[in-house]
């Protein structure tokens, strides 16, 4: 009597093994085809609405600054001569004693186009760099040279 019930437990406990592994296999296997990945893509809204409002952030040390479309149509120049624009943001931070700066853009050499705002974003550089705010751009290394 005692041996049938160890056995019962054991084949119900196999089973049970067994039909979570293979869940878990599917599961996995789901999750890296396409299908799995465009729903996954299609729930995260759902997933937001059911996570609900975020509480409000503490004290934060780190600010993003973004240009949004709108902000971008008043600029009047090509986005290549923007150097005189983001010296000018460079400027503001370093008055606003920033921690540091880290700026996501590639800076073109624009000297014979624009040589005032090549200058004003290196003047703004220097002038940061004396405050003792580090300003760092983000580069691309090349195969043969580092933008």
Known sequence: MMYHETRKRAIRLLLYLTIVAVCVALALLFQSS?????????TYDLRFK???????PQ????????????????????LMLWQKHFAQVLKRLVEAHAA???????????????????????????????????????????????E
């Open 59 to 78: 004290n934060s040390p780190i600010t993003i600054l973004a240009v949004d479309e709108e902000s971008e149509n008043r600029i009047p120049d090509p």
């Open 100 to 146: 540091a700066v880290g700026l996501d853009f590639i800076f073109f050499d624009i000297e014979k186009y624009d040589p005032e705002g090549q200058q004003a974003l290196l003047s703004a550089f220097v002038e940061a760099s004396a405050a003792e705010i580090p300003a760092i751009l983000v580069y691309q290394v090349r195969q043969n040279s580092i």
């Open 50 to 56: 059911l996570r609900g409002p975020l509480p409000p």
């Open 34 to 42: 396409s299908l799995g990945e465009g729903i996954e893509q299609r």
